[in-house]
């Protein structure tokens, strides 16, 4: 079980707008430290999708984007698609002792 | 173009020991911090093991402290990942990704490799 908690799974029609939340603690998001999205389509690597809490690469539609508040981070998409159908992943930091951590994942499904 | 081969994934019985390499090229690689991020069958990312460009700051998921060593060959532009002790719970396909900057705390992966598999079985 991950330190950082992510819904199993969310779902939406197309052109809604869904949002995916990652809670975490005191010791990673809540310790303001930095939150990056991955988008993960099944049976490929995963894809940066938002970096630094509310930040996009190079390619990555404006419908994506990224919040944090006190404890938890949330990914929003606006105007669902049929290729948005993937799995979510959250990562944050601990301490630099600790490390790094990744969400459980979230499975979006485009109804 | 960036590109992350893996290799080194294979059948290994428990309290084995195996070490995957990642090939790196298309980047200047003694610039960029690298990791190591597994994901077992139907399960999520886990975040293994992360290196900075000249070896000076490592970290470890708890997971696999005191059985994993990450290290890097910048003038063989290369990745490692030495495997003790191996359990169950360390069949996972391993992903070898980079960052776009030196350090790796708080920056982001901006590129993976497709992974290399880890079975661990008797």
């Known amino acids: 079980q991950s330190v950082l908690t992510q819904p199993p799974s969310v779902s939406g029609a197309p052109g809604q707008r869904v949002t995916i939340s990652c809670t975490g603690n005191?010791?990673?998001?809540?310790?303001?430290?930095?939150v990056h999205w991955y988008q993960q389509v099944p049976g490929t690597a995963p894809k940066l999708l938002i970096y630094?809490?509310?930040n996009r690469p190079s390619g990555v539609p404006d419908r994506f984007s990224g919040s944090q508040s006190g404890t938890s981070a949330s990914l929003a998409i606006t105007g669902l698609q049929a290729e948005d159908e993937a799995y979510y992943y959250c990562?944050?930091?601990?301490?630099?002792?600790?490390?790094?951590?990744f969400g459980g994942g979230t499975k979006l499904t485009v109804l | 173009e960036v590109q992350l081969v893996e290799s080194g994934g294979a059948s290994v019985q428990p309290g084995g020991s195996l070490r995957l390499s990642c090939a790196a090229s298309?980047?200047?690689?003694?610039?960029?911090?690298m990791h190591w991020v597994r994901q077992a069958p139907g399960k999520g990312l886990e975040w293994v093991s992360s290196?900075?460009?000249?070896?000076?700051?490592?970290g470890y998921a708890d997971s696999v402290k005191g059985r994993f060593t990450i290290s890097r060959d910048n003038a063989k532009n290369s990745l490692y990942l030495q495997m003790n002790s191996l359990r169950a719970e360390d069949a996972a396909l391993y992903y070898c990704?980079?960052?776009?900057?030196?350090?790796?705390?708080?920056?982001?992966?901006?590129?993976w490799g497709h992974g290399t598999l880890v079975t661990v079985s008797s």
């Open positions: 005191s010791s990673n998001i809540g310790a303001n430290f930095v």
């Open positions: 990562q944050s930091y601990g301490s630099r002792l600790s490390g790094s951590v």
């Open positions: 990704a980079k960052s776009p900057r030196s350090g790796w705390w708080a920056v982001p992966i901006d590129y």
């Open positions: 298309g980047f200047k690689f003694d610039d960029c911090a």
């Open positions: 290196i900075n460009w000249n070896s000076g700051t490592i």
């Open positions: 630094i809490n509310n």
